[in-house]
């Protein structure tokens, strides 16, 4: 039970990521921030994850609760809890902290965390990213990064529906 514990322990509240960001901030260490719904985790999530990380030395990921999805994605939604889908990304290696927001968009997770990097999917123009002033005021920098073809939830959950 050692491993689901380390995991467990890399989902935190807004209030201890801040504090846990502030200090590898004071450590020299370059934080990186993305969000996202993540449901039913697939390879285009750890490629974008793996290379969103690769910006900095640490990875916080804002993921929205199943409240936030539903309003998002519709009433279906998600298909996997936000338990479940905070265990699995935090298991991901290169993911140091995930960090729950329940609001439609994750401008105060930002504004709380201060991350120095922030990433979206190549599908925004950095300057419309949520979280773009906060970042950037504070002389960080807004990245976007390109999706790989063929992977999303929408494709998985219509190729489900189709073989029933």
């Known amino acids: 039970m050692k491993h689901i514990e380390q995991i467990k322990s890399k989902i935190a509240g807004q209030k ?3 504090e846990l960001v502030g200090n590898w901030q004071a450590k020299g260490e370059k934080v990186v ?3 996202g719904c993540f449901d039913i985790v697939h390879r285009g999530h750890v490629d974008y994850l793996s290379r969103a990380a690769d910006l900095g030395q640490r990875m916080v ?6 409240a936030s999805v539903a309003r998002l994605k519709g009433p279906d939604r998600p298909i996997v809890d936000e338990e479940s889908r905070a265990i699995l990304l ?3 290696q290169f993911i140091d902290l995930v960090v729950f927001f329940d609001e439609d968009t994750p401008y105060e997770l930002i504004k709380a965390v201060q991350p120095d990097i922030l990433v979206k ?3 925004y123009k950095a300057e419309d990213i949520v979280g773009y002033d906060i970042v950037t005021g504070r002389g960080g920098t807004v990245e ?5 073809e ?6 998985i959950i219509d190729k489900i529906i189709k073989t029933q």
């Not at 990921?61 to 199943?66: A, Q, S």
């Not at 976007?144 to 790989?148: A, C, D, Q, R």
């Not at 063929?150 to 494709?155: I, L, Q, V």
């Open 16 to 18: 201890t990521a801040a």
């Open 33 to 35: 921030f993305t969000n």
């Open 61 to 66: 990921l804002g993921l929205n609760t199943d």
């Open 90 to 92: 935090a298991a991901l």
């Open 121 to 123: 999917g190549s599908d």
């Open 144 to 148: 976007t990064i390109s999706f790989v």
């Open 150 to 155: 063929g992977f999303s939830t929408t494709n």
